[in-house]
C-alpha cells in the first residue's frame, strides 16, 4: 500500500466520534407513506410527471429534471399518488413533494434486484453517463451535484485521475465506511465503470488510516484480481477536511485546482463512495437511485445505526429504530456537525443528501459565549484554502460583497474549520456563508447583463 499522503493547507482534527462504525447496515422497513421531495439535488428541481391516484413501481420515474443542472426523481416504493403537496423538509422551508401511499413492494420491469455481481461493463461511454442521467444519480456525500453533469469532460480536456472519496473526515458519520466493507466488489466494479465513463486510465481510492481495516481488505481485492487494474488504494492522514474535493486532489496527486476553476482542470475526476456504488447499480443492474445508507447517531442515542433507507422515508422513523430522540438532545442535525445544517423538526424526508440524522446532547451543543476577535490568526491557519477567515467575517458583516470577491470568498468550501479552532467562539462560518450567497449573487447579476 502506498505512503499516507496529506494536503499541505491548515485543517483541524475535530474529535472522531464514530460511534457506529462496527454496526452492520440493515435494511430499514417500508413506510406506509413516503414523502418524496422534488428538489433532491443542487439545482433545479424537478417537475412531477404523476398526478393524483397514479398508481407506481418502485424505480419508476416521477419527476424529471428541469434544465442541465437538475436531477430526474423516482419511485421509492409502489403504491398509489395520495398527492402533490407542500412538506417542511431539513431546510426548514416547505417544498414540493410527492406523497405515496406504499402497496406492496412491486419493481419496475427491466430492474435487476438480484445481489448477483455483474462485472462485465457493456454500456458505452455515452451510454454511461445517459444511464446516470436518466437514474438520477447525484453526489451522495451532501453537495447533491448532478453526477452525470460532473462526467462530461469538455473535449478540451483529460482525465487522467478517478478520485474516489472514500475519506469519510466528517466527525460521527459511518455510512461510505459499512457501505466499503459490505459491497466491496460493487463499489470497485462502480470504480471500473466511471473510469470508463470518462476514459481515465487510473483510478485512486482515498481512505483516511483510521479507517484502515477497509484500506486493507480494498487492496487485497485489488491486487487478487486483475480485472480491477488501474485502481489503487491511498491512505490519507485522518485530518479534517481530508475529504473536501480540492484537498483529496491535493492529498493524491500534489495538484492544486486553480481559483475558480473545475476538478477537471487538474485532469481529476472526484466521486464519493456511496456515488460511486449508486452508479454501478445503475449502469450494472439498471436501478434509479431510490435508496441510500443512512447514519443515525449521537452520544447519548442507545443504538447507533446504519440504515438502508427508502428515499422519502420521515426521519423520525429512524430515530425511533435507533432508540429513540434522547431526552438531552440539544440540536438535531442533517449530516456531520462540521458541514451539516440544523433542523427544526423531525418528521422531515429523508433525500438522496442524507447522509446522516445527527442527535447533539446539551454538553455538544450548548451555545459557546462569542467574544471580539483577537486577531490571533488561528482561523487562517486552519484554513484548507488559504483564506483570511477574519477578514471575509468582517467583510461580509458590513455587506461589502465586491470586497469578499476580491478577497477569494467563492473559495470557501465551508467545512468550518475556521469556526472550529476560533478561541473567540465568533461564527465565522455563518458569516462567511452568508457573504458566498450574496457574493454569487452579485456576480451572476453581472455576468447576465
Known sequence: M?????????????????????????????????????????????????????????????????????????????????????????????????????????????????????????????????????????????ATFPTYVKLMIPQDKKAEYVIINAAECEPYLTCDNRLLLEKPMEFLVGV???????????GVIGIEVNKIEVAKKLDEIIKSDKYFEGIEVQPLKTKYP????????????GREVP???????????????????????????????????????????KKPSNFLVRIGTPANMLIEAAGGLPEDTANLINGGPM???????TTFPTIKGTSGILMLNEKDAQPRQVSNCIRCGKCVQACPMGLEPYLLNR??????????????????????????????????????RYGKNKTGQLIRSRNQK
Open 395 to 432: 467583510l461580509a458583516r458590513q455587506n461589502n460583497f465586491e470586497e469578499t470577491e476580491k478577497h477569494n470568498i467563492m473559495d470557501c468550501i465551508e467545512c468550518g474549520s475556521c469556526e472550529f479552532t476560533c478561541p473567540a467562539n465568533i461564527p465565522l462560518a455563518d458569516y462567511i
Open 192 to 202: 471500473k465503470v466511471i473510469m470508463k465513463a470518462v476514459d481515465a486510465p487510473k
Open 339 to 345: 458541514m451539516g445544517k440544523s433542523v427544526s423538526v
Open 2 to 142: 502506498n505512503p499516507i499522503k496529506t494536503f499541505p493547507k491548515g485543517g483541524v482534527h475535530p474529535e472522531e466520534n464514530k460511534l457506529s462504525s462496527d454496526q452492520p447496515i440493515i435494511t430499514f422497513e417500508i413506510p406506509k407513506q413516503v414523502i418524496i421531495p422534488l428538489g433532491q439535488c443542487l439545482g433545479a428541481p424537478a417537475e412531477p410527471i404523476v398526478a393524483k391516484g397514479d398508481k407506481v413501481k418502485v424505480g419508476q420515474l416521477i419527476a424529471t429534471a428541469k434544465g442541465f443542472i437538475s436531477a430526474n426523481v423516482h419511485s421509492s416504493v409502489s403504491g398509489t399518488v395520495n398527492k402533490i403537496d407542500e412538506v417542511m423538509d431539513h431546510t426548514g422551508y416547505r417544498k414540493p413533494a410527492i406523497f405515496i401511499d406504499v402497496e406492496g413492494d412491486e419493481w419496475l420491469e427491466g430492474i435487476d434486484t438480484s445481489d448477483t455481481l455483474v462485472k462485465d461493463i457493456t454500456l458505452s461511454r455515452q451510454e454511461i453517463i445517459d444511464r446516470i442521467k436518466q437514474h438520477g444519480i447525484v453526489g451522495l456525500g451532501g
Open 242 to 253: 481530508q475529504g473536501g474535493e480540492k484537498q483529496i486532489i491535493k492529498s493524491i496527486t
Open 259 to 301: 481559483s475558480g476553476k473545475l476538478p477537471i482542470e487538474t485532469g481529476c475526476v472526484v466521486v464519493n463512495v456511496a456515488s460511486t456504488f449508486a452508479i454501478y447499480e445503475a449502469v450494472q443492474k439498471n436501478k434509479p437511485l431510490v435508496y441510500r445508507v443512512v447514519t443515525v447517531t449521537g452520544k447519548s442515542v
